[in-house]
T-cell receptor, first 114, second 116 residues
Framework: DVKVTQSSRYLVKRTGEKVFLECVQD?????MFWYRQDPGLGLRLIYF???????EKGDIPEGYSVSREKKERFSLILESASTNQTSMYLC?????????????FGPGTRLTVT | AQTVTQSQPEMSVQEAETVTLSCTYD???????LFWYKQPPSRQMILVIR??????QNATENRFSVNFQKAAKSFSLKISDSQLGDAAMYFC?????????????FGEGTQLTVNP
């Protein structure tokens, strides 16, 4: 079974702090994704990566950056956390150009910025 | 840009009954995939069912089936013999055809309650 893990289930940070959310997958997937989930808005793509050191902006990249130094790890960085970044963050991974293209998700990190 | 719309924020069903969740999408592509994901209270997103746009036959997975109407750009999910474990948030999602790394676009979600 594919396993996608996220470093924290719950996280509380203060405004202005630098926040790191870590995601690790164990199935040698090329693609990795960071989503933000908010009520009534579904999941929105923040950033994705299709290879090590490669990244592309999603629909809502402002205020976020990412890092992918190793294939299995994809980090989401909030350079200076703000209260409007309080949300659920979901990481996902998938095979490169897989015809069936199932994305496998981590359990999510609920981030609260106070 | 592709959009996915789920017009039912909440739905409820009695145990053992059938419920249908609606999803519409907008795209100019001819080659794409559609998905239904389930997110139970544990928050773990699970793929329920997928449909390839080039296939006319509706996908089925046990008690879950879809009604794919390509011309109408509609993709509804039918859950038969509903069980308490079906209670979850359900997301409809769209992905363009065979393009490496291409993203999923999600709808807003439908919260399904199953009443005993």
């Amino acid at each position: 079974d594919v396993k996608v893990t996220q470093s924290s289930r719950y996280l509380v940070k203060r405004t202005g702090e630098k926040v790191f959310l870590e995601c690790v997958q164990d199935m040698d997937h090329e693609n990795m994704f960071w989503y933000r989930q908010d009520p009534g808005l579904g999941l929105r793509l923040i950033y994705f990566s299709y290879d090590v050191k490669m990244k592309e902006k999603g629909d809502i990249p402002e205020g976020y950056s990412v890092s992918r130094e190793k294939k299995e790890r994809f980090s989401l960085i909030l350079e200076s956390a703000s209260t409007n970044q309080t949300s659920m963050y979901l990481c996902a991974s998938s095979l490169w150009a897989s015809g069936r293209y199932e994305q496998y998700f981590g359990p999510g990190t609920r981030l609260t910025v106070t | 840009a592709q959009t996915v719309t789920q017009s039912q924020p909440e739905m409820s069903v009695q145990e053992a009954e059938t419920v249908t969740l609606s999803c519409t999408y907008d795209t100019s592509e001819s080659d794409y995939y559609l998905f239904w994901y389930k997110q139970p209270p544990s928050r773990q997103m699970i793929l329920v069912i997928r449909q390839e746009a080039y296939k006319q036959q509706n996908a089925t997975e046990n008690r879950f089936s879809v009604n794919f109407q390509k011309a109408a750009k509609s993709f509804s999910l039918k859950i038969s013999d509903s069980q308490l474990g079906d209670a979850a948030m359900y997301f409809c999602a769209y992905r363009r055809g065979e393009t490496s790394g291409s993203r999923l676009t999600f709808g807003e979600g439908t919260q399904l309650t199953v009443n005993p």
